[in-house]
């Protein structure tokens, strides 16, 4: 392809990004700007320059959009032999191939959430400590925040100086330990190895970054501090990093991204050119200028406007309800009508910020009959014959693997009980020695009966038989070891018809991975599964409304959204009111990301009561609501009050609303709440009988209250 066919359609700034040929380049994406047509015409232009294939990285955050932009990039007419992956799994192959110098061994298992929780359980009996005070989820997402700083367990135990601190060094050194003795690493892990690998071991670093010329990072926002460094490795060489992303769209502060890493980048490489990609041809005006006016409140981030290229569309709704389940049935009927109207189902989604918030619009949804798919698709492989089934598999690639091997040794009856696995385990730990190695030396075992001796070899020597077959189909291997292991017998037994009904569909997405991939391989797909994320159980062709969380929305767009929920507490999230500002914005660009997800027709709810842990409480409407202009009703009916722009010249909301005589607060006033205390105004938001009061409290809570139902009291 040549690079007129190349540039045939882009605008002007979408041409200077693609032809951007050597050194640092900033492309600040807005949401629906074309952002992945320019990265794929991008690559496309610089193998048409004469860069080869093998000498381009481009790195994203889901599987997915990897594969997104992997067909693009051929659909183009671009040589195949780039790398295109997330993150995770570059970081995968970078220490399965350079991790011997760092004592990574090639086979290393990717450990997911349980699998990490079993080994912080077992650190924290290890170092003797009461889970009661420290909890295991507690201390592994202590532990992650650490690892995303790439702080490890040396680092921290030389800083920490009180007993919280020390005793939590000890478990963060104890799980480390756990983990190198089953040669396994978690999700963190897979970042910060690498990182390290580039920082420690500069032939390493040298090596691939003279591979990988040319670098594009996708959603650069989203980058934490491990990913940062790692760009800056992979870069070091050359600079010719080219990352892409918007700091109004960075909404993952909660798993260690750094809004920071992409406010810093002209900082970081002062050379960098910056192309704003400002054309947004996705939404139509209306959502746009809400949208704007929302963002627009935040103080971190990189000004940009975003212009519309598409005409007028239907004005965007905001609807008031009495409780969570009229929310629900308004929503289901409108989908009813647009659906009557010939509209696709496809098409159609709704968000909310917790998932707890899915029931009433499934139930709504079920009652009119209308076809739904639940975003929500990790929660397939966290089923129990699942697991079961992959400790199996994950065995036979990682014999070192002891929490597989627990797993694969109780997944059935098998005459190998707790205290014969119990003598195990003591006889391994005393030859150091693997589980599964110690089984198979089973006849050494003098503490357990003869016949629980033979099973534990015969249970040993059945991984022996599959250890040569896992370079080869993932889908044929899977299903022999169902059958063989005695697992599919025994759920036939049990009549656990739903169960096997999941394995044959696990081994319905290995075949589908065997015919998609040149060299398939257990390893692999293996990796594929364990780097599964909620978006990418998205199936646009599933003929169904898409059900799904705000964050699970990032990257999707559809012609008609409902954003539900949109009150204090749930939208801004109660934790953000305590959080500080970066937390409060972070929920104003969760807000921003749902609304410019829509192409056509927004409609956002908020009800007066909602039942919440299981209290039906009064509700107040989000203070994000009144940003965008929304002025306040007690009834069902829309009402903007679009003419806002003179607040910046003096005008009061008081004026604007035509409102006077409400009792007014100013900032620093002392107040008591009959249920918080004491509390200074933080702010007050004058809308009449609808005004809003932001209260600190000296329990250092910080709460946005509806005046009417506040019942507070002016301390003189």
């Known amino acids: 392809m040549d690079i007129n066919t190349i540039l045939n359609g882009l605008t002007d700034s979408q041409r200077k990004a693609v032809l951007h040929r050597d050194g640092p380049l900033l492309v600040l994406a807005g949401p629906g700007s074309g952002k992945t047509r320019v990265i794929t015409c991008r690559i496309a232009a610089l193998i048409d320059s004469g860069v080869y294939p093998s000498q381009i990285c481009a790195i994203t955050f889901t599987n997915k959009a990897a594969e997104e932009m992997r067909q693009r990039v051929l659909a183009s007419g671009a040589l195949a032999g780039c790398h295109i992956s997330t993150f995770h799994s570059l970081c995968v192959q970078i220490l399965r191939r350079y991790g011997g110098p760092a004592g990574i061994e090639p086979f290393f298992s990717i450990y997911d959430q349980s699998d990490q929780l079993r080994c912080v359980k077992e650190a924290i009996t290890a170092c003797q400590v009461a889970s009661s005070n420290f909890t295991p989820a507690r201390m592994l997402y202590f532990i992650s925040r650490l690892k995303n700083d790439l702080e490890d367990d040396q680092a921290f135990a030389a800083r920490a100086d009180d007993f919280f601190g020390k005793t939590a060094a000890k478990i963060y050194t104890k799980y480390q330990q756990i983990l190198r003795k089953n040669q396994a690493l978690d999700f963190d892990d897979l970042l910060v190895q690498t990182a390290f690998l580039l920082r420690d071991f500069p032939d390493v670093r040298y090596t691939l970054s003279r591979r990988f010329r040319y670098l594009l990072i996708d959603e650069y926002q989203d980058t934490n501090h491990a990913q940062y460094q790692i760009a800056r490795g992979l870069a070091s060489e050359h600079s010719n990093i080219c990352v892409t992303g918007d700091p109004d ?96 189902p496809r098409d159609i989604a709704v968000f909310y910020r917790i998932n707890a918030m899915s029931r009433p619009i499934e139930e709504a949804f079920i009652r009119a009959k209308i076809p739904y798919q639940m975003i929500r698709g990790v929660e397939f492989y966290e089923r129990k014959e699942i697991k079961d089934l992959l400790s199996y598999l994950k065995l036979i690639v990682n014999p070192a693997d002891n929490v597989s091997f627990l797993r694969a040794v109780g997944t059935h009856s098998r005459g190998i009980g707790g205290k014969t696995v119990q003598r195990l385990q003591e006889f391994a730990d005393r030859y150091g020695l693997a589980l599964l190695e110690a089984a198979g030396q089973a006849h050494r075992l003098d503490t357990a009966p003869a016949s629980a001796r033979q099973r534990l070899v015969e249970f040993a020597q059945f991984f022996g038989r599959f250890a040569n077959e896992a370079k080869g189909q993932a889908s044929e291997l ?16 049990a009549g656990d018809d739903e169960a096997i009904e999941n394995i044959n569909e696990l081994i319905n997405s290995a075949a589908e991975y065997d015919r998609s991939t040149e060299e398939p391989s257990l390893l692999d797909y293996l990796q594929t599964i364990a780097l599964y994320s909620d978006t990418d159980a998205y199936d646009p062709n599933a003929g169904r409304v898409s059900l799904m969380t705000l964050h699970a929305a990032k990257g999707l767009e559809f012609g008609q959204v409902f954003i539900l929920g949109v009150e204090e507490g749930i939208l801004p999230h109660e934790r953000s009111m305590e959080g500080g500002p970066d937390e409060f914005e972070e ?115 910080t709460k946005s209250l509806m005046l009417k139902y506040a019942n507070l009291t002016k301390v003189r």
């Open 587 to 701: 929920e104003r660009r969760l807000f921003f990301v749902g609304m410019t997800r829509a192409k056509d027709r927004l409609t956002i709810s908020h009800v007066r009561h909602r039942v919440l842990r299981g209290q039906y409480l009064r509700t107040v409407p989000s203070p994000f609501l009144y940003e965008i202009g929304y002025a306040g009703q007690s009834s069902g009916a829309v009402d903007f009050s679009d003419d806002w722009e003179h607040l910046e010249e003096g005008g009061t909301t008081s004026e604007r609303a035509g409102i006077s005589g409400v009792r007014k607060y100013v900032a620093n006033e002392l107040v008591e709440h009959e249920k918080f205390g004491l509390g200074r105004i933080k702010e007050f938001l004058d809308l009449g009988e609808n005004s809003i009061v932001v209260v600190r409290f000296n329990s250092g809570k």
């Open 478 to 493: 899977m299903d022999s070891v169902f059958a063989e292991s005695g697992m599919a017998e025994a759920l036939r037994a």
């Open 249 to 344: 769209q960075s909404i993952y502060r909660w798993r260690g991204a750094d809004i920071g890493n992409i406010l810093a980048f002209e900082k970081d490489w002062p050379h960098a050119v910056v192309v704003k990609l400002e054309e947004n041809f996705r939404s139509s005006p209306n959502i746009l200028r809400k949208a704007d006016r929302l963002i627009a409140a935040n103080q971190k981030r990189k000004a940009k406007t975003l212009i519309p290229t598409r005409p007028e569309g239907e004005e965007v709704q905001i609807r008031v309800c009495e409780d969570e389940s009229e929310e629900a049935g308004q929503v289901a009927e409108d989908v009813l009508q647009t659906l009557a109207a010939g509209g696709d």
